[in-house]
T-cell receptor
Framework: ELKVEQNPLFLSMQEGKNYTIYCNYS?????LYWYRQDPGKSLESLFV?????AVKQEGRLMASLDTKARLSTLHITAAVHDLSATYFC????????FGEGTQLTVNP | EAGVAQSPRYKIIEKRQSVAFWCNPI?????LYWYQQILGQGPKLLIQ????????DSQLPKDRFSAERLKGVDSTLKIQPAKLEDSAVYLC???????????????FGPGTRLTVL
């Protein structure tokens, strides 16, 4: 059974700082997704990573995938308050399996 | 294009009552998913439809949950009877196509927040 683990689960950071969220998964997969969820809202797709070494960037967020290590990272550069949300990685197998989520709070 | 629509947005019921949720996917999307998201957790797949056929319902508690997608478009998810542990957000998602091991990006609706008292 596919297991997806994220860390940290809670992240409080200052504006302007850089941080990385990690997503490990247990079995081989060819697709990994990152989603953002604001409180009381649904999931918004951020990135789809399809191959080993894939890197995608949007604004202050950059996601990468290492299929050999079964690891994806979501790097936050110069954080701003608007990035405060919960971030989920999800890995495709027989079904899409989500991590527990990382609750990110960016403080002024 | 219009996104995934769900209703109602909120529902409060007492345990042992029944409840139904409705989902209208993005036009042209063949695959529809229902997820359960318990507070503080990631979404968990309950059932996946490809057109009007069930692809995966292995995680659906079939003694109390049922779902249908009769015309390959809209879908309903029902809980009967509800338990306290069913309190969660029920998310519907759709994607353009699906094979057994190949998933396109899924687009999520706003969800229905169910509280069971």
């Amino acid at each position: 059974e596919l297991k997806v683990e994220q860390n940290p689960l809670f992240l409080s950071m200052q504006e302007g700082k850089n941080y990385t969220i990690y997503c490990n998964y247990s079995t081989t997969s060819d697709r990994l997704y990152w989603y953002r969820q604001d409180p009381g809202k649904s999931l918004e797709s951020l990135f789809v990573l399809l191959s080993n070494g894939a890197v995608k960037q949007e604004g202050r967020l950059m996601a990468s995938l290492d299929t050999k290590a079964r690891l994806s990272t979501l790097h936050i550069t110069a954080a701003v308050h608007d990035l405060s949300a919960t971030y989920f990685c999800a890995v495709s197998g027989s079904r899409l399996t989500f991590g527990e989520g990382t609750q990110l709070t960016v403080n002024p | 294009e219009a996104g995934v629509a769900q209703s109602p947005r909120y529902k409060i019921i007492e345990k042992r009552q029944s409840v139904a949720f409705w989902c209208n996917p993005i036009s042209g999307h063949a695959t529809l998913y229902w997820y359960q998201q318990i507070l503080g957790q990631g979404p968990k797949l309950l059932i996946q439809f490809q057109n009007n056929g069930v692809v995966d319902d292995s995680q659906l508690p079939k003694d109390r949950f049922s779902a249908e997608r009769l015309k390959g478009v809209d879908s309903t998810l029902k809980i009967q009877p509800a338990k306290l542990e069913d309190s969660a957000v029920y998310l519907c998602a759709s994607s353009p196509s699906s094979g057994r091991a190949y998933y396109n990006e899924q687009f999520f609706g706003p969800g229905t927040r169910l509280t069971v008292l």
